[in-house]
């Protein structure tokens, strides 16, 4: 494990989740927002947070608890706790999670997403389904999923996501500029043998 490498993905993951994440709520909060038509309660529920809170208060926790839940899903993958790889590709030479190159081969456990994301997902990536980036949509949906699963094994480490934190998520996941991929980058398969990386980036 390297502290120096780890410290500088930290504040520099820390830095994008805000930015990206004030971004997010911005979007969602417009007034012809499509999170207020599809999401009505959410935005309810965000808006009530941000007035007993502060939006400042908001965006740090929501910041937080995404990267969290991407770290632990990156050490979870690469130590074999999931079935399937959440953020990780199946083979460290490639770049899509395994978990999105799977759905897009039409393989999606019945037992840990719902129905209705499956049927969403599949109606994104098959091109059924009208959006400007279905892949990232799909990746969104599958990544919920997957944490609202860990919730029912392991509640002390995946609270259940707010519904507004699932809005709030970041947009971008897949790129090569995306905090998973800097994510990647620094919890390397060697850094994470120490279970101390864990409790060393939170």
Not at 74 to 79: G, T, V
Not at 147 to 163: G, K, V
Not at 178 to 185: F, G, I, K, M
Request: contains cysteine; negative net charge.
């Amino acid at each position: 494990m390297d502290p120096s490498k780890l410290k500088r993905f930290a504040q520099h993951a820390r830095r994008l989740m805000l930015d990206q994440v004030k971004a997010k709520l911005d979007l969602v909060l417009a007034q012809d927002s499509a999170a207020r038509r599809e999401n009505p309660s959410a935005v309810k529920e965000l808006e009530e947070q941000i007035a007993q809170t502060g939006k400042a208060q908001v965006i740090d926790k929501v910041a937080y608890t995404w990267f969290n839940r991407f770290c632990a899903l990156r050490f979870m993958d690469l130590n074999g706790y999931s079935r399937i790889r959440v953020v990780s590709p199946a083979d460290e030479s490639q770049f899509l999670p395994e978990l999105l190159a799977e759905a897009k081969q039409g393989h999606m456990d019945e037992d840990r997403m719902p129905e209705k994301t499956r049927q969403r997902v599949d109606a994104l990536l098959s091109g059924k389904a009208p959006s400007h980036d279905p892949q990232q949509e799909a990746y969104r949906l599958l990544v919920v999923a997957e944490c609202n699963a860990f919730h029912q094994a392991m509640p002390y480490l995946f609270e259940r996501i707010a519904d507004y934190t699932e809005l709030l998520m970041p947009d971008d996941l897949l790129s090569g500029n995306s905090v998973l991929a800097y994510t990647r980058e620094a919890m390397t398969p060697d850094a994470c043998q120490d279970v101390e990386v864990i409790g060393w980036l939170y």
